[in-house]
Structures are given as C-alpha cells and as structure tokens.
C-alpha cells in the first residue's frame, strides 16, 4: 500500500490511519515523503515500525508512486492520495475480488465525493464502468488513483507513472492499462476522496494539455486496436480544439497554432 505526500502534514496522519484501521492486516504500509519542508516527517516518525517510510527530494506524484512500487515487495499494489481515505473494508474487498476472479489484474472500487467537507454527488460523465473502459475514459479519468488495486506484475507489462507529466498521469497510466484489460469496478463505494483545497493536482489550469500529451503518446504506440486508434484519434481532435480556443482567448496565439496543426496532423 503506497501513500505520496508532499507537504500534507495538516491532514496524511487521517490517510494513514485509515490503512491501519482496515480489517485487512495482511499488508505493508509504505508513504513516500517527496521532499516536504513542514512537519509531515515528524508525523510519520511518530508511527515508528507501523509504517514504511521513503523520503526523496521533491520530484513530484509520479515518481513518489514509482519509488514505492519499486521498494514494494506484495504481489498486490494500491495507492491512497495523501488526501483521501479508506473505509475499513477496503482492502479486504479487493484481495478478495483478486481470488473469486483470478484472471483479473486491476480493480477499483466506487468512492463518496467530498468536496469543502460536504458530501457531493459525482456528475454523470464521471460514473465508473467496469470491464473494457478504454473509449469511455478517453475524456476524461474514470479511475481514481485512490480506489484501485493492482497486480504489480502488471507495472512490468505497461510500465510505471511518467514522472513527466506534472498532472494527468493517472489518466496517462489508465489509458495504457485499459486499452489491452479490464478494468473491474467493485461497486460498493469504499474511499473517500476529498478536494476543494489549495494544493490539489486537479486545480493545476489547462488540464486537457496533459491530457493530449497522453493521448499523442498512446496513438503513436502500437497498443490500439482500430477502433481505440480511431476513437483516440476523435478525442486528440476535441481536446485539441478546445485548448486552442482557449490559448486564442487568452492571447496566447502561437500556442492556439500549434493545438490547431497537432489536430490536422493526426487527422489528415
């Protein structure tokens, strides 16, 4: 069980205690210090040998999750965001989808939204599916780094976070996991994801760039089949225009110009 946390020292000891109170004890909890200068590390000395602690200069989400799958030695991996937490039959449900569903390599559960600390209810193009979840999250991320679990070997196959990405690579790593397996959804809700605060990823402006460099990625692999080429391609086309037309809102005309032709070279 992996934890990322930067700077959250106002609110991860509520995330880690939500791991340690599962009735689930079968694990290793490890949270992943990237580089915080408050008193987060104080914090996660006080947990003594409860809890795994990595610590490595600030280099983002990404690389946080990766050094913690890294140093992971379970055959099962899951995320909690620093921010969010577990119900107490989280874990349990999961391990136990892995077993009645042995061919299954990733699963999520369904999640409660709070938002400012009130509860609020997901709008409708975010509702989760499960199976093949491809064409239906190419607009936008339908797995939440917090609900999900997954067999390590699968790192190995589609590979790890790209540290490159300073946001949406969630939905980078998504895209490259469910284009080729399903992505099993457990439909009980089991986290809970908080946001509303200064210091979420998802508040960074112009998420959609990321996305199209996600998406620029996928279309040149060799990973789609015709008909996800086809709707990636359609996605690229969307985002592309949008963001343009927002970059031409803001003055920013030779950003709007590049948006504009990346589309066009792709769908020539």
């Given at each position: 069980m992996i934890i990322p946390t930067f700077?959250?020292?106002?609110?991860?000891?509520?995330?880690?205690?939500?791991?340690?109170?599962?009735?689930?004890?079968?694990?290793e909890l490890i949270v992943v210090d990237d580089g915080s200068d408050d008193n987060t590390p104080a914090i996660l000395r006080a947990y003594g040998k409860k809890i795994t602690v990595l610590h490595q200069p600030n280099k983002g989400v990404s690389a946080a999750r990766n050094h913690g799958i890294a140093a992971a030695s379970g055959r099962l991996i899951a995320f909690l965001d620093s921010d969010d937490l577990w119900l107490p039959r989280k874990l349990s449900a999961q391990v136990k989808f892995f077993k009645d569903h042995p061919d299954a390599v990733v699963n999520q559960t369904q999640e409660h939204w709070i938002r400012d600390g009130v509860r609020v209810n997901p709008k409708k193009k975010h509702h989760k599916f499960s199976g093949m979840i491809f064409e239906k999250s190419l607009a936008l991320c339908l797995v939440s780094p917090s609900a999900v679990m997954i067999q390590k070997s699968l790192f190995g196959t589609v590979g790890v976070f790209d540290e490159d990405l300073p946001a949406c690579e969630d939905y980078d790593l998504w895209l490259r996991i469910s284009c080729r397996y399903p992505v099993y959804l457990i439909e009980t809700a089991l986290i809970i994801k908080r946001g509303g605060h200064d210091d979420q990823l998802s508040k960074v402006m112009g998420l959609d760039k990321y996305r199209i460099q996600s998406l620029v990625k996928i279309i040149d692999g060799d990973l789609l089949t015709p008909r996800q080429y086809q709707a990636a391609l359609i996605t690229l086309k969307e985002k592309c225009e949008v963001y343009a037309g927002g970059c031409r809102k803001r003055g920013r005309e030779e950003e709007a110009k590049y948006y504009h032709q990346l589309a066009e070279k792709y769908l020539r």
């Open positions: 700077n959250r020292g106002w609110i991860v000891k509520e995330a880690i205690d939500s791991v340690l109170e599962q009735d689930f004890s079968d694990y």
